[in-house]
């Protein structure tokens, strides 16, 4: 759905949230699956916007081992405001497995988001500091 359906980007902020969920799924066939996807992802929206990230195409900073491609980067990067506010109303959810869901995805936007996280920090802490209290250590 994130490569192929038509008003895609309509739907990315719901999209995006379900993908990162995936990339720490239990199942080692569903992860590896989800990471291909995701890349594939990524690095489409690199292609279709290649206009607007010409600098970071062209210039690319050296990328880390376990550092997201800069497609999905970037992809999540433009869709964190609408992402962000459900996603720390689940962190502090009473069901347990939403919770632990929820902290992973947060890791993951935090991993992705990088330098533009940083106008959201405050509630962002606030939603590591609920996953930390969490009874649950999957969640921390």
């Not at 739907?11 to 990339?23: D, G, R």
């Not at 962190?91 to 106008?119: C, F, G, N, Q």
Request: proline share 6%; aromatic share 8%.
């Amino acid at each position: 759905m994130l490569m192929n359906l038509d008003d895609r980007y309509s739907y990315f902020h719901l999209l995006i949230p379900l993908t990162l969920s995936s990339l720490y799924d239990e199942v080692p066939e569903a992860r590896s699956k989800a990471q291909d996807i995701w890349k594939r992802a990524g690095n489409q929206y690199i292609i279709e916007n290649e206009k607007d990230y010409k600098d970071l195409i062209d210039f690319p900073r050296p990328d880390k081992e376990g550092r997201p491609s800069v497609g999905c980067r970037i992809f999540v990067q433009r869709h964190i405001f609408n992402i962000l506010p459900p996603l720390l109303h689940d962190v502090a959810d009473w069901v347990p497995e939403t919770r632990v869901k929820s902290s992973k995805v947060l890791y993951s936007l935090v991993l992705h988001s990088e330098e533009k996280i940083t106008m959201q920090l405050s509630k962002v802490l606030e939603g590591i500091m609920s996953a930390a209290k969490a009874e649950e250590k999957e969640a921390t």
